[in-house]
Nanobody, 125 residues
Framework: QVQLVESGGGLVQAGGSLRLSCAAS????????MGWFRQAPGKEREFVAA????????YYADSVKGRFTISRDNAKNTVYLQMNSLKPEDTAVYYC??????????????????WGQGTQVTVSS
């Protein structure tokens, strides 16, 4: 079992920045690739970014490429999502997720075995 707890959400003006954190406990963190997803009201949960076990590979949704950066610190059992140049359409609950796999379909929710409870990000215009 892996337990995931997100933090760092909040209210920010358009153009601002936030850094989300996801702390993991349980089995060896470095054995898991990690992903960030988000879900806006009335919409499906969508992929944001993913990072491989060591952090050597990353993958982003087109909508956040160039604005968001995913990173991890295996010594701290934590994955981060640095979000810059935020837009109102980035408003959503953000979830981190864990999977032992690194595959071409990291953008699919079904690839992930463990999920956090989410943290709200609200971007005002």
């Amino acid at each position: 079992q892996v337990q995931l707890v997100e933090s760092g959400g909040g209210l920010v003006q358009a153009g601002g920045s936030l850094r989300l954190s996801c702390a993991a406990s349980g089995r060896t963190f470095s054995s898991y690739a990690m992903g960030w997803f988000r879900q806006a009201p009335g919409k499906e949960r969508e992929f944001v970014a993913a990072i491989s076990w060591s952090g050597g590979s990353t993958y982003y949704a087109d909508s956040v490429k160039g604005r968001f950066t995913i990173s991890r610190d295996n010594a701290k059992n934590t994955v981060y999502l640095q979000m810059n140049s935020l837009k109102p359409e980035d408003t959503a609950v953000y979830y981190c997720a864990a999977t032992p796999n690194w595959v071409a379909t990291m953008f699919l929710k079904g690839e992930y075995d463990y999920w956090g409870q989410g943290t709200q990000v609200t971007v005002s215009s």
